[in-house]
């Protein structure tokens, strides 16, 4: 699958490993595994609800999530941070 990322989503994830350099290989393990299965079990990939309908999140890290949407053969990512920035 192709991965594409917002704006917005690039910029939080550039501060987000600038303050947090370890999160870099979690990250690129992360990126390997949602390109070829966005529902790998490690990833705890779930459907959201409410205002986030239509939307997956799945952990980077305990507390470093993902957020983003599917189609055919694109993930789009459009957030990252902790568990609180998200939701």
């Given at each position: 699958m192709t991965i594409e990322a917002k704006k917005s989503f690039l910029k939080r994830a550039k501060k987000l490993l600038k303050k947090n350099p370890n999160l870099k290989t979690s990250y690129i393990n992360f990126a390997r595994k949602i390109a070829l299965d966005p529902f790998d079990p490690s990833l705890k990939t779930h459907a959201l609800s409410s205002n986030f309908s239509g939307r997956y999140a799945c952990s980077v890290t305990h507390d470093?999530?993902?957020?983003?949407?599917?189609?055919?053969?694109?993930?789009?990512?459009?957030?990252?941070?902790?568990?609180?920035?998200?939701y």
């Open positions: 470093i999530r993902i957020v983003f949407t599917l189609t055919e053969d694109t993930i789009h990512l459009l957030n990252i941070g902790s568990h609180d920035e998200i």
